[in-house]
C-alpha cells in the first residue's frame, strides 16, 4: 500500500514563496507520473502541474512562470516551488502519483495566501 505524505503548507504574504514536499511511503516505480493539485473553497479540484517518469513538466496556465514542479525517484518524492504567490493560490494543495489506471493521493496540505 502507497501512502502519499504532503508537507510544506501554510499562511505566507502576497508576493511570498513556498516549497511543498510530497513523500511517498512504500514503493513508487520511477515510471509513476507525479503531480499536484488543488481545490479551493466552492471549486473543483484541478492540475497544478505534473512531472513524468522522464522529467518532463506541465504547468497550469495560471502557475507558468511562478511555479517548478520537481522529483527525485532516489526519495521517492516530488516537490512544489511556488513563488510570487498570490490569493488565487489558496488552497488545500494535492500530491498524486498515477500510472495507468492506478492512481494514489495525499491528504492535502492548505495553502494560504493573505493579501
Known amino acids: 500500500q502507497v501512502r502519499l505524505v504532503e508537507s510544506g503548507g501554510g499562511l505566507v504574504q502576497a508576493g511570498g514563496s513556498l516549497r511543498l514536499s510530497c513523500v511517498a511511503s512504500?514503493?513508487?516505480?520511477?515510471?509513476?507520473?507525479l503531480g499536484w493539485y488543488r481545490q479551493a473553497p466552492g471549486k473543483q479540484r484541478e492540475l497544478v502541474a505534473t512531472?513524468?517518469?522522464?522529467?518532463?513538466?506541465n504547468y497550469a496556465d495560471s502557475v507558468k512562470g511562478r511555479f517548478t514542479i520537481s522529483r527525485d525517484n532516489a526519495e521517492n518524492s516530488v516537490s512544489l516551488k511556488m513563488n510570487s504567490l498570490n490569493s488565487e493560490d489558496t488552497a488545500v494543495y494535492y500530491c498524486?502519483?498515477?500510472?495507468?489506471?492506478?492512481?494514489?493521493w495525499g491528504q492535502g496540505t492548505q495553502v494560504t495566501v493573505s493579501s
Open positions: 512504500g514503493s513508487i516505480s520511477p515510471r509513476y507520473n
Open positions: 498524486n502519483a498515477k500510472y495507468w489506471v492506478t492512481d494514489y
Open positions: 512531472i513524468t517518469s522522464g522529467g518532463s513538466a
